[in-house]
């Protein structure tokens, strides 16, 4: 059973930057697209970016151009790089496959952005 463990979350003032990884037991991510999810509090989970296994990289609207996904395949880890942090990006990330599967939900990594 593949695990995904999430780091790199923190407390960063607006317009900061922080860097999230996330690493897979196995090596998923040759073979499925990933995405990079949060959920705000009250909020549903959204999708904020996504890699497709060829390598295509898409964005939701509210971090495009702040946000960056990357991959490195021979160690099983995505990241996400964000920028221009806002207030409103506060929220717990997580990374699944794209369409996410119920069984590779890990606990996630909290960011918190002060205004």
């Known amino acids: 059973q593949v695990q995904l463990v999430e780091s790199g979350g923190g407390l960063v003032q607006a317009g900061g930057s922080l860097r999230l990884s996330c690493a897979a037991s196995?090596?998923?991510?040759?073979?499925?697209?990933v995405g990079w999810y949060r959920q705000a509090p009250g909020k549903q989970r959204e999708l904020v970016a996504g890699v497709s296994s060829a390598g295509t990289s898409t964005y939701a609207d509210s971090v495009k151009g702040r946000f960056a996904i990357s991959r490195d395949i021979p160690i099983n880890t995505v990241y996400l790089q964000m920028n221009s942090l806002k207030p409103e990006d506060t929220a717990v990330y997580y990374c699944?496959?794209?369409?996410?599967?119920?069984?590779?939900w890990g606990q996630g990594t909290q960011v918190t952005v002060s205004s």
């Open positions: 699944n496959t794209n369409p996410p599967r119920i069984a590779y």
């Open positions: 196995g090596s998923i991510f040759s073979r499925y697209a």
